[in-house]
Nanobody, 118 residues
């Protein structure tokens, strides 16, 4: 059973960089052909896809967030990491990590609330 767990600070100040880690258990992030995603949901709004890092380590980002987003991985810890720079209160959201297989998100973390506020 694959499990994903988000971790990171729950409060970030405006203009700083948000950094979250997703720890994966029950499966390797290097296994063909899985894609490891970050998704967020602002309060009262729908889900927004942020980007992914592939099984081979290749990232791909949403065009709307590309200029501020970096997704990397630590294969020794079976983790992948989201960094979102220059945050504003509009980046306040519940952030989820999820595995994608055959274009479907089949495993999700429980999500973590990140609030951007001074």
């Amino acid at each position: 059973q694959v499990q994903l767990q988000e971790s990171g600070p729950g409060l970030v100040k405006p203009s700083q960089t948000l950094s979250l880690t997703c720890t994966v258990s029950g499966g390797s992030i290097t296994t063909n052909f899985y894609y490891w995603n970050w998704i967020r949901q602002p309060p009262g709004k729908g889900l927004e896809w942020i980007g992914y890092i592939s099984y081979s380590g290749r990232p791909y980002y949403s065009p709307s967030l590309k200029s501020r987003t970096s997704i990397s991985r630590d294969t020794s810890k079976n983790q992948f990491i989201l960094q979102l720079s220059s945050v504003t209160p509009e980046d306040t959201a519940v952030y989820y990590c999820a595995r994608m297989a055959d274009l479907l998100m089949d495993y999700w973390g429980r999500g973590t609330l990140v609030t951007v506020s001074s």
